[in-house]
DNA sequence: AAATGGTTTATCCAAATGGATTGACCAGAT
DNA sequence: ATCTGGTCAATCCATTTGGATAAACCATTT
């Protein structure tokens, strides 16, 4: 293991808890126990590094959300048991893992000034839409259309960035999985009724 | 209008399309149109004067959902309908003030680093729940209970914040209106199925 | 007209930042 | 042993940053 690893590494530790804005390059030396010098010669640039040290993060978000899809399999179970228990999963993690989610988010933001970050977040965007409609619907990927993809994936892909913020920033009013799933058939039900409620 | 008045708007802007991390004392002052020392003598600190922007963009945010809100309430069309007409004008608006919202996004970043935010946005996003519930459910919100604020309000909240990523990062692929309550159906559909769908 | 108090600007400054340079180091080939 | 290509660390550098200082400005009061 040379510098160039020690710097990913560090590199890494800075975009959870400094954020890809805030760390300097000698955050990164620091961190790494090298001289900020190194990155220049490995990575050529800061950005560059932060970029490379983003795509490790993608990997560690996508064991993550593996991890709670994984608890939404139990066959024994009904459709809601096993959505319930995804997001009790999800929501542990939001906690367990806090800064990783946290990054995941600020990749957001720096979409819009990294051209790089933008196309894996799209990347990344696209293969939880049709992840999850699959794990959520019990179809293997390949038999699984387009359209439904667009539907169920990106709303179960919308859900998990939009309460992953509820919960990052205000876990005390943020809603725990049963009323997630409580809101979400109450929501449909409201939607799907023709007279008022 | 002095310098006092000049400097927020031209934070704000910056806000918007430089985002709070990378805007400078300089940017501000330049878009202000204004010596940037006047910020120290107005604000004390360019982080002081960020947060006090930041709020007026807070408040143009509350106008744009209000206007999103106001297109879900023609008492003519069903309640798809009227969910459909609430995100056709939501979309409409991520499009149009694009700048603001990728603000808001940023603004959870934010939270983390700047407590006064923290709380401006954990009230903001109280104010949502509550407002969403009790605007879907044409409930006023006096007789809104907070159970329902906290499922269908949160989940509501979720999904604006969510969509809005896709939207902000992927417009290509991102879910029109139809997609979205399609989604939603099918998903609360598939919760509710005992059954394997 | 002179003085006053609030405001604005022109500079200054120390610290931080990203990056480049330069020479040391070191294992393996000659 | 020495040469070589790659790695590393110490140091330097120009620029940018947020903030402070102090002098000018200006409307109002005396």
Redesign the interface.
Known sequence: MGNREDLLAGALACLKDR?W??TTVRDIATAAGVNHAAIGYHFGSRDALLTEAFMLAMEEWGDEVEKATAAGVDPDA???ER?EAFWREAIASFGRSRELW?AT??A??Q???TPKI?EL??MG??MS?TGFASK???VPEETLDGQ?A??????????????L??W???PE???SEQ????????????????P??
């Open positions: 954020g804005a805030r009904s459709p809601r959505y946290l988010i600020e957001g933001v979409a819009e000034h933008k977040v799209q965007m696209q839409r959520l619907l019990g439904t667009r539907t169920v994936g990106s709303i179960q892909l919308a859900l998990m960035s939009g309460l913020m509820q990052l920033i205000d009013n943020a809603p009323d997630i799933a409580d809101g979400l058939v109450a929501l449909a039900a409201h939607i799907t009724n023709s008022r409620a």
